[in-house]
Structures are given as structure tokens and as C-alpha cells.
């Protein structure tokens, strides 16, 4: 897979407990989300030993009558999976939990290997059951778009 790293994404994984680069962005009146701009540093580290080291799986999912196989790669650590999360995640975590006051106990995680592996818009089902959720999400490897849009539908956020 080619991707192009950072000129600072090497040496070891650590994350910036002091959140100094935080900006928040406010999606309405109760939803927000945190972005952070090289909060990881040895972020490339970290995408390269996962890329080579995680048993990633391609999915079926049902959509519209039909069940297709995802595009991207997944794999998910946690309560309903077993084995340990990769090296250098738990530090992650637990910097993530200190600053949001929650245990973060479960880990997903997708490959995104071009353009044309994209998945259609889609919400967090870990937590749809729950009144408020807290999602963390760390993109590593080469840039690409991430949006965001009102349930219901709407104005997308691009971040």
C-alpha cells in the first residue's frame, strides 16, 4: 500500500496530554467535536506497525435489500473481541479518557487503502441505544476528507 508519511511522523508514538492544539467545533447545540492537529506525535510509527501488524477483515454489510462487502478493511478490539489492543494504543486511551473523563474500553479500527474504499454516510452503532455517546477518532496515514452531517441529513462539516 503507498501512502506519503509526515516530515515529523516518525520515532515513537506518543500522544500530547495537554490537548494544546485543541480546537472545538460545535455541530449544534449538544454535539461537538475536538480537532486536534498532530496530537500524535510518531503518528507514521503507529500507521505503519498497524498497517503491517493488525488482522484487518473485509465485512458484509446489509444496505438497500442486498448485502455487500465493505470497501475498506476493519478489525475491533474489546469487550466482544478478543486479544490485546495493538502497542502503542493503550497510552493513546488512556490520555483520551484522562482528558474526557471516560474509560475508553473498545477499539475499532479501518483501513482506508485509496479514493475508491470510502463507505456511504453511516452512524456510530456502538452507541445508538445510549442518550449521549462519546466517539474518539484518530485518523492516521495519508490526508483524505472527513465529514460529518446532521442525522436527519443536511450540511455536511468537513473536516
Known amino acids: 500500500m503507498a501512502w506519503q508519511g509526515s516530515l515529523l511522523g516518525a520515532g ?3 500522544p500530547d496530554r495537554s490537548f494544546a492544539r485543541c480546537r472545538r467545533v460545535a455541530l449544534d447545540d449538544e454535539a461537538w ?8 506525535s510518531g503518528a507514521d510509527t503507529l500507521f505503519a ?24 478493511l476493519s478489525a475491533w478490539w474489546g469487550a466482544a473481541a478478543a486479544g490485546p489492543w495493538p502497542d502503542h494504543i493503550a497510552p493513546i486511551a488512556e490520555a483520551l479518557g484522562e482528558r474526557y473523563g471516560v474509560e475508553f474500553d473498545s ?6 487503502r485509496d479514493g475508491r474504499d470510502s463507505v456511504a454516510w453511516h452512524g456510530d452503532r456502538v452507541y445508538r ?12 496515514g495519508t490526508a483524505r476528507r472527513f ?5 436527519g441529513g443536511g450540511r455536511s462539516v468537513k473536516l
Not at 35 to 40: D, F, I, N, R, S
Not at 51 to 67: I, K
Not at 129 to 140: H, I, K, M, W, Y
Open 12 to 14: 515513537d508514538p506518543a
Open 33 to 40: 467535536v475536538d480537532v486536534v492537529p498532530g496530537w500524535l
Open 49 to 72: 506497525h498497524l498497517v503491517d501488524s493488525v488482522p484487518w477483515q473485509a465485512h458484509e454489510v446489509p444496505m438497500y435489500e442486498n448485502v455487500v462487502t465493505q470497501p475498506r
Open 107 to 112: 477499539l475499532g479500527a479501518n483501513l482506508y
Open 129 to 140: 441505544e445510549q442518550d449521549r455517546a462519546l466517539v474518539a477518532v484518530l485518523t492516521l
Open 147 to 151: 465529514l460529518l452531517r446532521p442525522k
